[in-house]
């Protein structure tokens, strides 16, 4: 199977951006059964182990926007699954916690992200994941 172009092969950019597809499709996958998005079920997963979480926080804490957080937590929130309070600390500010619907899913929800989890490892080995998901770290990090 062909990758691309010789002139993307050293390219992060072009490398980064279709392994993002292909981690997209498979994530997609494994939520789909939830009616959730990748995005919107990494977001769900956080909120249900950090409830009361503020919504800046939320958005510092997965790299996104706030405008892109507040459109997500939208779509959970219309799904029955968090709910927004005024945070006791900031009453501009939102707390956000999750609702039973929600508490109800979290092992499932984790359970289907550990399952990709365990299928990359296999496919890849258990090394070479963690070496991948290391070094993307140190990437990011680099670029902050």
Known sequence: ???GSAVFE????????ALARLLEQEWAQAFAH??????QAFMLRLVLERPGLLQREL?????????????????????GLIERRASRSDGREWAIHP????????????ASSAAVT???KK???AATFQDAVGH???IRSALE
């Open 1 to 3: 199977m062909r990758y």
């Open 10 to 17: 050293s390219c992060l950019y072009f490398n980064t951006t």
């Open 34 to 39: 939830h009616g959730l998005t990748p995005p």
């Open 59 to 79: 958005a510092d804490e997965l790299t996104i926007s706030r405008p892109t957080a507040t459109r997500a937590l939208h779509g959970l929130q219309a799904k």
């Open 99 to 110: 609702r039973p619907k929600a508490v109800a899913m979290k092992g499932d929800l984790n």
């Open 118 to 120: 365990a299928r990359l």
């Open 123 to 125: 496919l890849l080995g």
């Open 136 to 138: 993307l770290r140190g």
